[in-house]
Nanobody, 115 residues
Framework: QVLLVESGGGLVQAGGSLRLSCAAS????????MDWYRQAPGKQRELVAA???????NYSDSVQGRFTISKDNAKNTVYLQMNSLKPEDTAVYYC?????????WGQGTQVTVSS
């Protein structure tokens, strides 16, 4: 079964950077599209960044130019480099992928940005 494990969250001051990692197993990683979502208290879960099996990327308007999604197929890991962090970026960040009709989520990693 697909297992996604995030790491790299933490507390950072506004303007700082963090890099999140998501290690995947139980699937052919190189063939899957991978996504990063986030959910702040009282808000809907939102798509932050996505990367296709071919390496094409998309970002939400709120993080465009500040965040970068990338992957390392040899390590079965997808990354989210977050720069110029803002307090509004505070949320639990989740790694996501879809296999057939099933959605798979990591456990989430907390990112807190202080003002």
């Amino acid at each position: 079964q697909v297992l996604l494990v995030e790491s790299g969250g933490g507390l950072v001051q506004a303007g700082g950077s963090l890099r999140l990692s998501c290690a995947a197993s139980g699937m052919i990683f190189s063939l899957n599209a991978m996504d990063w979502y986030r959910q702040a208290p009282g808000k809907q879960r939102e798509l932050v960044a996505a990367i296709t099996s071919g390496g094409s990327t998309n970002y939400s308007d709120s993080v465009q130019g500040r965040f970068t999604i990338s992957k390392d197929n040899a390590k079965n890991t997808v990354y989210l480099q977050m720069n110029s962090l803002k307090p509004e970026d505070t949320a639990v960040y989740y790694c996501h992928t879809k296999k057939h009709w099933f959605n798979y989520w990591g456990q989430g990693t907390q990112v807190t940005v202080s003002s």
